[in-house]
């Protein structure tokens, strides 16, 4: 018997119908090292393309917002997906594998499902509100996420932090994907994540993931704060 609801099938389609074809363009980054602009750009596009045809028709009233136009603000009584097609494009353009494919339900100002697909890991993590965060890993079984306290994990940063923060501390890093951040912080891998200036809808797809596996996030003079971090 499946653990995911409709919702979360849908939305976990829609994240693996593009991740396919993303994935053939990793490849191909990787085989040729072409890294143009215009390479990439078809490559995003494609991907937003795929995940707005499987989602259109689940509930045609919903709303589309995507991550390269988020300046727009979702009304509070509408139910609007919020689309990530690349996930740190610049990962993805690097060929590193730290890079998603993700996708979220927003209503009345919060995330009430989720999806995070990492297709170069072979890993997708997903949560639903009042039902629990999951991965589901390369070999198709299904674990329920839990923070998991831990003093001396890895602490992951966006880049312009680096140095600033937590000095002297050797588990400090930068990864390059806030998505994936949320998801190891919220499947015990990480020990804790400080971001800034982080789009509000991801900041609400965190925040959801790490309220249903156990954990919290808390905002802070603009910085994002989860895990066990003392700030000086």
Same mark, same amino acid.
């Given at each position: 018997?499946?653990?995911?609801?409709?919702?979360?099938?849908?939305? $976990?389609?829609?994240?693996?119908?593009?991740?396919?074809?993303?994935?053939?363009?990793?490849?191909?980054?990787?085989?040729?090292?072409?890294?143009?602009?215009?390479?990439?750009?078809?490559?995003?596009?494609?991907?937003?393309?795929?995940?707005?045809?499987?989602?259109?028709?689940?509930?045609?009233?919903?709303?589309?917002?995507?991550?390269?136009?988020?300046?727009?603000?979702?009304?509070?009584?509408?139910?609007?997906?919020?689309?990530?097609?690349?996930?740190?494009?610049?990962?993805?353009?690097?060929?590193?594998?730290?890079?998603?494919?993700?996708?979220?339900?927003?209503?009345?100002?919060?995330?009430?499902?989720?999806?995070?697909?990492?297709?170069?890991?072979?890993?997708?993590?997903?949560?639903?509100?009042?039902?629990?965060?999951?991965?589901?890993?390369?070999?198709?079984?299904?674990?329920?996420?839990?923070?998991?306290?831990?003093?001396?994990?890895?602490?992951?940063?966006?880049?312009?932090? $680096?140095?600033?923060?937590?000095?002297?501390?050797?588990?400090?890093?930068?990864?390059?994907?806030?998505?994936?951040?949320?998801?190891? $912080?919220?499947?015990?891998?990480?020990?804790?994540?400080?971001?800034?200036?982080?789009?509000?809808?991801?900041?609400?797809?965190?925040?959801?993931?790490?309220?249903?596996?156990?954990?919290? $996030?808390?905002?802070?003079?603009?910085?994002?704060?989860?895990?066990?971090?003392?700030?000086?």
């Amino acid at each position: 018997m499946s653990i995911s609801s409709p919702r979360i099938n849908v939305m $976990l389609d829609s994240v693996r119908s593009a991740s396919k074809q993303l994935m053939r363009d990793f490849n191909e980054l990787q085989i040729s090292n072409v890294k143009s602009a215009d390479f990439i750009n078809k490559t995003y596009s494609k991907s937003k393309q795929a995940i707005y045809d499987c989602l259109r028709d689940y509930k045609q009233d919903y709303g589309f917002i995507f991550e390269d136009d988020a300046d727009q603000e979702v009304k509070d009584d509408n139910y609007t997906w919020f689309i990530m097609p690349i996930e740190s494009r610049d990962n993805f353009s690097s060929c590193m594998v730290h890079f998603t494919v993700s996708v979220c339900l927003i209503h009345k100002n919060k995330v009430v499902a989720a999806v995070i697909d990492a297709p170069a890991l072979r890993e997708t993590f997903w949560a639903e509100e009042k039902k629990g965060a999951f991965l589901e890993d390369s070999r198709s079984r299904h674990i329920k996420m839990r923070v998991k306290s831990c003093d001396r994990g890895l602490i992951d940063v966006n880049g312009n932090l $680096l140095g600033k923060l937590l000095p002297g501390n050797s588990n400090v890093r930068s990864f390059g994907s806030t998505m994936l951040g949320f998801a190891y $912080l919220a499947a015990g891998r990480y020990g804790g994540i400080v971001y800034s200036k982080v789009n509000k809808y991801k900041v609400l797809l965190g925040r959801l993931l790490l309220q249903e596996s156990g954990g919290r $996030l808390v905002e802070d003079n603009g910085l994002i704060i989860a895990g066990d971090i003392k700030l000086g």
